[in-house]
């Protein structure tokens, strides 16, 4: 948290603008649009988890999205996500703990660059972002290649398949940022019908 709550005033000059490289944000704001069911853009509301100074929001908001909530747990992070006007509302939050909104709140939950070394792992995150979704909503991550496996993400995604709350609608190898060669999955998970979502603590 100290490195981000340093880096939020320099972040998007050296990872969103230089040349468009950091291309993550846009393929997923792209892909959670495209994957979800309700067709009026305007009226899907959408959770942006580890939203960090807001290239997913701003993404999504290009794309015709209007209902925007972002959680991260860096407040200088989230300052520099105010300012870009996008965000219905803000809040701190660690993603490695329950997440403090109800069940079925979100038509899309979007989770960009947080799933890392080192950030947050997969546990309880992935199920907490398909019991704040909506049935039929659609959970849009993306999970850094080289911990995709060792980390328990893939094992993850299965179980929750496995356990009928999700059906894996894609998993795909994307370029993560531009010509370095840095790869993620992007996962993108379809809340089942009927599919409620023990959080991790079991209420
Ligand atoms: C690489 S940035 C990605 C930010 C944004 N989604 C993007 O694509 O530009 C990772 C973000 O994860 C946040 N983060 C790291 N650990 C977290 C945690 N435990 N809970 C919530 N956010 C966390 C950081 O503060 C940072 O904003």
Not at 37 to 48: C, E, F, P, Q, R
Not at 69 to 86: E, H, I, R, W, Y
Not at 125 to 150: H, K, M, P, Y
Request: proline content about 3%; some cysteine; glycine content about 10%.
């Amino acid at each position: 948290m100290t490195i981000y709550d340093k880096w939020a005033a320099t972040y998007n000059a050296e990872v969103g603008d230089e040349a468009q490289e950091y291309v993550a944000p846009i393929l997923v704001a792209q892909y959670a649009l495209k994957s979800c069911n309700n067709s009026t853009k305007g009226a899907v509301a959408i959770l942006d988890a580890g939203c960090g100074t807001g290239l997913v929001g701003q993404a999504l908001s290009l794309a015709g999205a209007k209902v925007i909530d972002g959680l991260d747990l860096s407040s200088p992070m989230l300052a520099v996500a105010k300012q870009t006007g996008v965000y219905r509302n803000l809040g701190q939050a660690d993603l490695t703990r329950r997440i403090g909104k109800p069940d079925e709140t979100y038509d899309i939950v979007t989770c960009v660059g947080t799933f890392t070394l080192g950030h947050v792992g997969p546990d309880p995150a992935l199920r907490e972002f398909v019991r704040v979704t909506r049935t039929n909503g659609i959970v849009a991550a993306t999970i850094l290649d080289e911990i995709w496996v060792s980390g328990g993400f893939k094992a993850e995604v299965e179980r929750l398949r496995a356990e009928s709350l999700v059906k894996v609608v894609a998993e795909e190898l994307i370029d993560y940022v531009k010509g370095h060669g840095d790869k993620a999955v992007l996962v993108i998970l379809e809340k089942i019908d009927g599919g409620s979502t023990p959080s991790s603590d079991g209420s």
